[in-house]
């Protein structure tokens, strides 16, 4: 995960384990409702003659700290006070910060987004301080990664799990990225069609999603809410994306058209088989030690595409059409013909055998 944060250009922190407690203890401190300003205070005083930046760590804890308790000493009796809805006129306020360890100290200090990913027991979570104290954290615009739900380390079966290391990093990865998408809708296909022949063949090929999966991801990570409706592929599913998993074309064409309605992009990744099995067998078809080879028909596969793009939401203009090409040579000039005739104002144009499962590729936009 480090090595993709350094890939992905996004500065971190890491956190050695001897202090993952202090960490946890400063998230806690964080959504906690006892107020140990006094504490919080004398950490920033503590330094704030020697870093210049430590100033900055006052003045952003001042703007969170109770700030009737600042006025009224900075003891931490002052801070339980607070915390249990004592009698101080400021001391009903929402916040409350305990900042007396060196992650908390640190969220303070800070002038950068932060984000956390809470981890504790479901009765924990779901208690309403803590649920008070998440919307202050919220309302201050720090994120919350999580919680995931399911087994808890008590022996409990609940929301309060921290999400999984690689979740966070999507999310820290997608938090930094433009949102150039937010608030529209993107539908994309991705991966091969399977066109059985019987119950145990089919047609397909070597299509590996890889593509359409990072272009999901890249959308997601930009703000857009992603459907995926994907063919057979062993990607995992981007974090916050709507997948759909489907076999064949006619099955892809038909969740892609129930799906429009809405969306503001559709993007054609998807290596769609043009033929399918006029009838496929309801039985694995035989060898007969004839030497014979089995008669087979085919019928042409609907074009999503060209469907989508014929549409009255694409002409319009509300829906934005973009088609893949995967050519082996003459690449502009085939795919230009390609955009054309699906009628899409974008084609992306690929070299098809140096693309299949390569995690690098070159691209070629055509529009108009
Ligand atoms: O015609 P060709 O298959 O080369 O076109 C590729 C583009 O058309 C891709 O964007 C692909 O997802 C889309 N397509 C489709 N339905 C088909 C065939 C291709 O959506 N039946």
């Not at 360890?101 to 979570?125: F, G, H, I, K, Y």
């Amino acid at each position: 995960p480090i090595r993709l944060l350094a890939r992905r250009m996004v500065t971190f922190s890491i956190v050695v384990p001897s202090l993952a407690q202090d960490l946890g203890n400063g998230l806690a401190a964080l959504s906690s409702d006892a107020l140990g300003v006094g504490q919080a205070a004398q950490a920033c005083e503590g330094s704030s003659s020697d870093v210049d930046g430590v100033v900055g760590t006052q003045a952003l804890g001042a703007d969170v700290l109770d700030a009737g308790a600042l006025e009224h000493g900075t003891d931490g009796a002052a801070g339980q006070n607070a915390g249990t809805g004592g009698s101080g006129t400021h001391q009903d306020a929402a916040c409350a910060v305990l900042a007396d360890d060196l992650v908390s100290t640190l969220a303070l200090a800070r002038n950068c987004p932060l984000l956390a990913a809470p981890a504790m027991n479901l009765q924990m979570w779901s208690n309403p301080a803590t649920q008070r104290n998440v919307a202050t954290l919220r309302s201050d615009g720090i994120a919350l990664l999580g919680p995931a739900s399911g087994d808890q380390a008590c022996g409990e079966v609940g929301l309060g799990r921290m999400i999984e290391a690689e979740e966070i990093v999507e999310d820290v990865v997608a938090f930094f990225q433009p949102k150039h998408l937010a608030g529209k809708c993107v539908l994309m296909t991705a991966g091969p069609t399977f066109e059985a022949i019987d119950p145990v063949r089919g047609i397909t090929n070597l299509s590996s999603g890889k593509m359409g999966f990072a272009l999901a991801r890249a959308a997601r990570e930009a703000g857009a809410d992603v459907t995926l409706v994907c063919g057979p592929v062993s990607q995992a599913t981007p974090r916050g994306i709507t997948r759909i998993n489907v076999a064949s074309a006619l099955k892809m064409h038909a969740e892609v058209m129930q799906r429009i309605a809405g969306q503001d992009v559709f993007i054609g990744v998807a290596a769609v088989a043009d033929y399918r099995p006029a009838t496929p067998s309801a039985q694995k078809i035989k060898k007969d030690g004839s030497g014979d080879v089995p008669a087979m028909d085919f019928v042409e596969n609907p074009d999503i595409l060209a469907g989508v793009a014929q549409s009255d939401q694409a002409r319009s203009g509300k829906l934005y059409c973009v088609g893949f090409a995967a050519e082996s040579h003459d690449l502009l000039k085939h795919a230009s013909a390609k955009r054309l005739r699906k009628s899409v104002p974008l084609l992306v144009g690929n070299i098809g055998p140096a693309t299949f499962g390569k995690d690098d590729n070159a691209l070629l936009l055509i529009d108009d």
